[in-house]
């Protein structure tokens, strides 16, 4: 899939499409699509959290979430598997500012949180089901 193709399909044909499936390349050049617009906005304004990278972060946030939800799809996990790293690194970070007095057990939460978002990102490099085998979000 093109770089174009996967934010065509991302933001016109399945801009909320919860269903089916997205293979690594759709959900990779829309996540490349995203950070280039940010890129760009914080460019243009010098502001990295200007009100138009804010918009622009709230309009694509329900495409962003679809394609991520359906990326697990392909790879045959539920749509909460795009909660886990949400949940583990909130809890994880509060945990970390209650803990910054004590230096070790601060650092200790650092890599953790690190490992969480280590195997959050193997999870989505992963293969997705191939053609033939069982997916119960359907077909590839």
Request: hydrophobic share 50%.
């Amino acid at each position: 899939m093109s770089f174009f193709k996967a934010i065509e399909i991302c933001l016109i044909k399945k801009y909320c499409t919860w269903k089916g499936r997205a293979s690594r390349s759709e959900y990779w050049y829309f996540f490349l699509f995203y950070v280039l617009l940010q890129v760009a906005c914080t460019i243009i304004t010098g502001n990295p959290e200007s009100n138009i990278s804010k918009v622009i972060g709230l309009i694509l946030f329900l495409p962003n979430l679809s394609v991520l939800i359906r990326r697990f799809h392909d790879i045959n996990k539920s749509a909460l598997w795009a909660l886990f790293p949400l949940i583990s690194i909130l809890i994880l970070c509060i945990i970390y500012i209650y803990s910054m007095q004590y230096t070790s057990m601060a650092t200790i939460i650092l890599y953790v949180i690190l490992l969480f978002l280590l195997f959050f990102f193997y999870l989505l490099i992963q293969k997705g089901t191939p053609y033939g085998q069982y997916n119960k979000y359907n077909e590839n």
